[in-house]
T-cell receptor, first 118, second 113 residues
Framework: GAVVSQHPSRVICKSGTSVKIECRSL??????MFWYRQFPKQSLMLMAT?????????EQGVEKDKFLINHASLTLSTLTVTSAHPEDSSFYIC??????????????FGAGSRLTVL | GENVEQHPSTLSVQEGDSAVIKCTYS??????FPWYKQELGKRPQLIID?????GEKKDQRIAVTLNKTAKHFSLHITETQPEDSAVYFC????????????FGGGTRLMVKP
């Protein structure tokens, strides 16, 4: 089946540094990928929709200058957390829809990246 | 936009019993309702989904029902096993071309052996 690969799975960084998370669709092309954030024991909150070849669409309350998204190819989207602070520590999960057409897409998730900012 | 509410937030059952998780949604145009299972620290995995043109779908011990009039859908797990213990999320896709899903708050299911 369709696989979404996400790296790194865990990252620890110092406050003020930037961290890049990669999300790849391994055996299919994903024109659209989604980035979610999940706090402990909470639900998945959509941060932004990543569109290949165009600017990402951010959800209300998500700072686009802090969470930079690049979707340069049909198989790769990256999320960069810039100038990370402890409150950015979270579980970030990317996902992509498999299958074309409005009515048939199934969402497949990457394994997630646990970010800890010291 | 779409709003999805999920109940209960925690559910504890004895092994072999059934478990039911319920969700409601707000956008009457929503047409796709998946359920995900997430084990601790892992990615959500799709376990079953239903589209708005059917009222019920079953896959072995798991079933989902959809009531479009009332705008709610439910996950039913029969003959629960300890390995069913996880967090379950319902989701709904509203009338948007971006295929965005809105998730419920999750239900932590604990199956006691």
């Amino acid at each position: 089946g369709a696989v979404v690969s996400q790296h790194p799975s865990r990252v620890i960084c110092k406050s003020g540094t930037s961290v890049k998370i990669e999300c790849r669709s391994l055996d299919f092309q994903a024109t659209t990928m989604f980035w979610y954030r999940q706090f402990p024991k909470q639900s998945l909150m959509l941060m932004a929709t990543s569109n290949e070849g165009s600017k990402a669409t951010y959800e209300q309350g998500v700072e686009k200058d802090k969470f930079l998204i690049n979707h340069a190819s049909l198989t790769l989207s990256t999320l960069t957390v810039t100038s990370a602070h402890p409150e950015d520590s979270s579980f970030y999960i990317c996902s992509a829809t498999v299958g074309g057409g409005f009515g048939a897409n199934v969402l497949t998730f990457g394994a997630g990246s646990r970010l800890t900012v010291l | 936009g779409e709003n999805v509410e999920q109940h209960p937030s925690t559910l504890s059952v004895q092994e072999g019993d059934s478990a039911v998780i319920k969700c409601t949604y707000s956008d009457s145009a929503s047409n796709y309702f998946p359920w995900y299972k997430q084990e601790l620290g892992k990615r959500p995995q799709l376990i079953i989904d239903i589209r708005s043109n059917v009222g019920e779908k079953k896959d072995q011990r798991i079933a989902v029902t959809l009531n479009k009039t009332a705008k709610h859908f439910s996950l039913h797990i029969t003959e629960t096993q300890p390995e069913d213990s996880a967090v379950y999320f319902c989701a709904a896709r509203g009338n948007n071309a971006g295929n965005m899903l809105t998730f419920g708050g999750g239900t932590r299911l604990m199956v006691k052996p």
